[in-house]
């Protein structure tokens, strides 16, 4: 049995305005939310039962609360919450779940989605997951030797020294001793602007004598901003476009065509309307006589008569009239 942290206490500002009533984990991705896609894909490479599921967050409604104790219990884990009343760096916002750095631990940033096919080695002393990626000074990458451990941890390097990513997950087999390198860099002052970063705990860590592995993953997929989301949404579609209930068994559809890959919620309503390909409707949404391709609309929508496409519509929003692209968050109306 395993703890699993998630970190999930960042504004989300590259996903404005979506994010100014939705934390960026619950931006919905073919039909959930980028979590609950997260936590459906550690709960297959891990492949052992998790106990606990710590949420770092800040400032969460109750009703948010709600949601992620309900994805938790569905894995068969207890959910708890732990604040991070600043934002000092990822080793900080980690160190407040630090009931849960004890045994076996995997750390997972919240907005990254990811599939892999190789099952975690827990025999491992530290593993962490990396993607090859074209453009390393964008990222914080590692070097490795021969035996595939890590030698070195570089942030954004100037120079190329590896293509190899981190892309935000990582495996400790005893997470007291994450814990305990943590405390070290904070009470050495060991910091970046001010923020306390994982790189450097475990930068510590190797230096006292623990080995990482790595662990490939087959796609890496990035939810930082609209264009990103909406090309998570096309890939997770392609994914799922066989698994039963990407069109809910409640959607009323009127000479409409669907074009899949595409999801349609609950009590979505289709009226003389072309969707797809790539398109994800959340629930309770109506749509008539619009022709949408490749964008993202949740829930309790209206839309009339809209060409729409590469585009992210948030909840309670009405739209009527022609457009192509539109980004916009929750409670708008939009007549053109």
Request: with cysteine; glycine share 8%.
């Amino acid at each position: 049995m395993l703890n699993l942290i998630i970190p999930m206490a960042g504004k989300g500002k590259r996903l404005l305005p979506h994010t100014l009533t939705t934390p960026k984990p619950l931006i919905p991705i073919a039909g959930k939310s980028i979590v609950e896609r997260l936590l459906e894909e550690i709960n297959l490479i891990y492949q052992g039962p998790i106990r606990h599921i710590g949420f770092i967050v800040k400032d969460l409604p109750t009703s948010i609360k709600s949601q992620l104790e309900k994805m938790t219990t569905e894995l068969g884990a207890q959910a708890h919450f732990y604040e991070q009343s600043e934002a000092l760096g990822t080793a900080h916002a980690i160190a407040c779940a630090a009931p849960l750095l004890q045994g076996p631990v995997i750390v997972a940033f919240s907005d990254t989605l990811f599939k892999g096919s190789l099952p975690l080695d827990v025999s491992k002393e530290g593993v962490i997951w990396v993607n090859k990626v074209k453009n390393p000074s964008s990222f914080g990458v590692i070097q490795v030797d021969s035996d595939n451990l890590i030698t070195d941890f570089v942030e954004k390097p100037t120079e190329f020294v590896s293509d190899l990513a981190i892309i935000g997950i990582y495996y400790l087999k005893k997470g007291e001793i994450l814990l305990q390198a943590i405390q070290h860099i904070i009470d050495q002052q060991i910091c970046k602007g001010g923020e306390y970063q994982l790189t450097s705990a475990l930068t510590y860590m190797q230096q006292q004598g623990h080995q990482f592995s790595t662990q490939t993953i087959d796609e890496w997929l990035d939810c930082g901003n609209k264009e990103a989301c909406l090309h998570t949404n096309q890939r997770f579609l392609h994914f799922l476009q066989n698994t039963k209930g990407m069109v809910a068994n409640s959607a009323e559809i009127y000479n409409s065509t669907i074009i899949p890959p595409v999801y349609i919620g609950e009590k979505v309503i289709l009226e003389h309307t072309v969707l797809g390909p790539y398109a994800s409707v959340g629930h309770n949404t109506h749509i008539k006589g619009s022709r949408i391709t490749n964008s993202i609309i949740q829930e309790h929508t209206n839309i009339d008569k809209v060409i729409l496409t590469n585009s992210m519509i948030g909840n309670h929003v009405h739209i009527k009239g022609k457009c192509t692209e539109i980004d916009t968050g929750d409670y708008n109306t939009i007549i053109f």
